[in-house]
């Protein structure tokens, strides 16, 4: 199982990696979408076996959710809407590389100095769910595109719910289902938005860096 | 009961989105108000005195959700009053199914704000305080302009990943009551709070505090606020500053709670009185030379969730304090948005400067815009200055005499900044353009504004014995 863990967590911190290296948005969703089924398989690798039923649901849910139905609905905004399929970075490629690796680097570092209690599992856990916090975050700001702003808030998510998992604080399965709707319906609503930004400024194109009128 | 409380406006918001008939939507909108807001008056009593449980305990009415849970639908059903002459009037050209969207999105809000005040399972709480966001960013759009785009995508964005680091929080809880296995139901966490791991409930508040703070709009992570306010509907933006802000700081009043059980001393007070004080001293720099009426209130609301997190963070009579001051900016804010939806529709613009003689061409209108502003600041006799003055009074009391006078001074700079704009508005000569329209002032949309102000005045010389008791228990739960 240790093997399979520490696989899952190396697949999730190199779908990071692309995802700051890479310019094309079709990377980045598709490497989200790994994440999340990545993420998915995280419920499987507890110990003693095939997990309980409701968490067997959970994950698939989870699988489906954020492998096909985000990646769905984010490809059809971008066919629909017409966005550009190059990513204009406020932050050069290569240094968001650098930068990632330089967060990996901090992130290893607090992983190994919090007191976690009980088993870990593996010591990558901590420091790979820190690291995928930290690149959602990083996309968010650092991108122009809409989109991959959605899609920081995914990989912000995804790094959120590795702790979530990865440590089987099991909030329990209603809560757990109530997290992933609410992130369901959140993703739902933004995409919304985006195709209404895109119909009422059409030269707007999903440049949140054109969203500025409000201010002081 | 608390079923009923929480299903009736889910279900009849769901329902709403179905109806294409508008009479029968405004019907709605104002029957699920008073069934809501009659629903919690029973529950004041507490059914035979109890707190009023449900599923096991996951819901549960305790002393402060009882209060927040009365302002917010004591405020939506002001708000529904007023709405539903709002959609009559202003927004009858919009498509039956444009209406829809807004009253269910409106009561799957009340529905959803309702859960976070009964919420005891902080992941539940999570869940219920993201649903706010996700179920009013469509209320925000309701005028479909870029303007109000804008303001939707930034809400969206900035509150979602603000309340993403909070649900890391509540993981990080859950490790912290690893000897409890990982339990997040509230009542556990209190009454067992000495096995709870210190360094890692530490880190979880410090995350409730970030995460939360962002969607009570404290400073700097207020930034998505005064957008969204100002450009949402005055319905909107009543529930959104007056109820929503204050169901926010709930989340991180419950982590308070627990870090008060495990005898955290005061750790936690100086971030709340930093935060409170620069939340207030941002909101002051942008409240003088305001150019916009809707973003003024807004900078307010920022203000004052400012002079609740100093409250909170001051403990004892500063937590009874923030907890009255919660009612006050509630009702206050409440009823100058409201009056700005009228000043918005008589003159058609959101310019302070382009707004003169609101007295002479709207009279209800004007005298509620000065009253509310004086209430709201908190000029004698008003509750708000009994509230500000506890919650000064609490930092002298505690020997924090920096803290105390800095708070005075905001409040009075603020004071200063909002009368300008507020007296130039209310007197003088309207524009001949504007007085050539005529515009009318409906009983519907004066009378909702002048109830609250009738109440914040009140509260000012009369504090209810009973308002008075779930002030002080709810302070104690707390842990002031």
């Given amino acids: 199982m240790t093997m399979l863990l520490e696989g899952l967590l190396v697949l999730i911190v190199l779908t990071n990696l692309l995802m700051l290296g890479s310019s094309r948005l ?11 089924v990545g993420l998915a398989f995280l419920f499987f690798t507890g110990e003693g076996g095939w997990p309980e039923v409701s968490i067997t649901v959970l994950a698939l849910v989870t699988m489906v959710v954020k492998g096909g139905v985000f990646p769905m609905l984010l490809f059809r905004t971008i066919r629909q809407a017409g966005v550009r399929r190059e990513v204009e970075p406020y932050v050069g490629f290569t240094a968001s590389l650098l930068i990632g690796v330089a967060a990996w680097g901090f992130a290893s ?17 901590v420091p790979t769910a820190m690291f995928t916090i930290f690149t959602g975050l990083f996309l968010i700001v650092a991108r122009r595109n809409a989109i991959t702003q959605v899609l920081g808030y995914l990989v912000l998510e995804n790094g959120v719910f590795t702790f979530g998992v990865a440590l089987e604080t099991s909030t329990s399965f209603l809560v757990e289902m109530g997290i992933l709707l609410d992130i369901f319906v959140g993703v739902f609503v933004m995409v919304i938005t985006l195709f209404q930004i895109n119909r009422e400024i059409e030269e707007i194109h999903m440049d949140s860096s054109k969203l500025s009128a409000l201010k002081d | 009961m608390l079923n009923w409380l929480l299903l009736l406006p889910m279900v009849v918001g769901l329902l709403a989105f179905a109806v294409r008939f508008k009479p029968v939507l405004q019907g709605m909108l104002l029957f699920t108000a008073v069934a809501h807001t009659t629903l919690t008056v029973r529950l004041w009593g507490g059914e035979g005195g109890q707190e009023a449980v449900a599923w096991h305990g996951w819901l549960q009415l305790d002393a402060a959700g009882t209060l927040f849970l009365s302002i917010t639908s004591l405020l939506f059903l002001a708000a529904a009053v007023y709405g539903v002459s709002y959609l009559r009037g202003e927004c009858h050209r919009y498509p039956a199914g444009h209406q829809a969207v807004f009253v269910g999105c409106l009561l799957i809000f009340l529905g959803t704000m309702t859960l976070v005040c009964l919420a005891q399972h902080l992941g539940l709480l999570w869940v219920a305080i993201e649903a706010t966001t996700l179920a009013s960013a469509p209320l925000i759009y309701f005028h479909r302009s870029s303007r109000s785009l804008e303001a939707t995508w930034k809400y969206l964005v900035i509150c979602s990943v603000g309340i993403a680091l909070a649900l890391l929080g509540t993981f990080f809880l859950s490790i912290a009551a690893h000897r409890l296995e990982g339990t997040l139901i509230l009542g556990d966490l209190v009454g067992q709070a000495g096995l709870l791991l210190t360094p890692w409930l530490k880190v979880a508040f410090v995350l409730f505090v970030v995460g939360y703070g962002t969607k009570v709009g404290l400073a700097p992570l207020h930034t998505w606020l005064p957008d969204a306010h100002s450009e949402a509907p005055a319905v909107v933006s009543c529930l959104l500053s007056g109820a929503l802000l204050n169901n926010a700081f709930l989340g991180i009043l419950r982590l308070r709670q627990i870090c008060g059980a495990a005898d955290l001393g005061a750790f936690g007070h100086g971030t709340l009185i930093g935060l409170g004080l620069l939340s207030m001293a941002t909101a002051a720099i942008f409240i003088v030379g305001q150019t916009d009426y809707k973003r003024l209130l807004a900078y307010s609301s920022v203000e004052h969730m400012g002079v609740l997190a100093v409250g909170f963070g001051l403990g004892g009579w500063g937590t009874i304090g923030a907890l009255f001051h919660a009612v006050n900016h509630s009702l206050g804010k409440g009823l100058l948005f409201l009056t700005a939806g009228n000043i918005l529709e008589g003159y058609h613009t959101k310019a302070i400067a382009e707004v003169r003689g609101v007295r002479r061409l709207l009279p209800g209108t004007g005298l509620m815009w000065l009253f509310g502003f004086l209430a709201l600041t908190g000029a004698p006799p008003s509750g708000a200055f009994l509230s500000e003055l506890l919650v000064a ?15 005075l001074a905001l409040l009075t700079v603020v004071f200063v900044g909002m009368a300008r704009p507020f007296l130039e508005m209310t007197g003088g000569e309207p524009p001949a353009a504007v007085a050539e329209r005529r515009p009318q002032e409906s009983v519907l949309r004066v009378l909702p504004i002048s109830l609250l102000w009738l109440g914040v005045f009140t509260l000012g010389w009369y504090v209810p014995p009973e308002l008075r008791d779930l002030l002080t228990r709810a302070a104690a739960l707390l842990g002031g």
């Fill in chain 2, 393 to 407: 009074a609490a930092a002298f009391k505690a020997g924090q005499n920096l803290v105390g006078v800095v708070f």
């Fill in chain 1, 26 to 36: 079709g990377v980045y969703i598709r490497a989200g979408a790994l994440q999340g």
């Fill in chain 1, 109 to 125: 570092w607090v992983g190994g100095r919090l007191p976690l209690p009980g088993v870990i599992r593996s010591d990558l856990l």
